[in-house]
């Protein structure tokens, strides 16, 4: 897709987003089926069935996809899908590239076994190595603009407000 096209498809939604801000707030939802026996949880999703579980260092034994790394992959995607979206607005052709997103947790955090120990990621990196002809300053703005509108980078950078709650499910 070239930027003219992109500009010619998003501008009806934008114009409708200004007059009816309402309109742009879209709900996602994904769920899960707990599977016992196996401390797991099956999500389906547009390309199958992730079946997640324990990752090792907690006691898993690696046949399950671990959340952490599922976490890590939509970032890569959003990031990866923002990023081809402005350098195509920015007019700059990409060949190709690679997205990256490495995280680091403690397990002892999640294992309970030490209260310092924090639960969830303490460091996040992103690396972009595109395949184009861009100058520095114009890669600068691409990952500027890049961080800017990815849904999930802003998401992990700014956390919203979270709730939870429980129910006994009926008997079947």
């Known amino acids: 897709m070239d ?3 992109l500009r010619a498809r998003q501008a009806p939604l934008k114009a409708r987003y200004r007059e009816h801000p309402d309109e742009a707030l879209v709900l996602l939802r994904a769920e899960g089926r707990l599977a016992p026996g196996t401390l797991g ?9 992730a079946h997640a579980g324990l ?21 890569v995607a959003c990031a990866g899908v923002t990023l081809a979206a402005v350098a195509t607005a920015m007019g700059i052709p990409l060949r190709g590239g690679r997205v990256a997103a490495e995280g680091e947790w403690d397990a002892r955090g999640t294992l309970g076994v030490a209260a310092d120990a924090p639960v969830g990621f303490r460091r996040v990196t992103l690396r972009f190595d595109v395949d184009a002809d861009a100058s520095a300053e114009q890669l600068a703005k691409l990952l500027q603009l890049t961080e800017r509108y990815c849904v999930v980078f802003q998401t992990l950078a700014h956390p919203p407000t979270l709730a939870a709650t429980i129910e006994a499910a009926p008997a079947a």
């Open 3 to 5: 930027s003219a096209t």
């Open 55 to 75: 990752h090792p260092a907690t006691g898993g034994d690696g046949t399950l996809a671990c959340s952490g790394e599922m976490l890590l992959q939509a970032l």
């Open 41 to 49: 949880c099956d999500v389906p999703g547009a390309a199958g069935v």
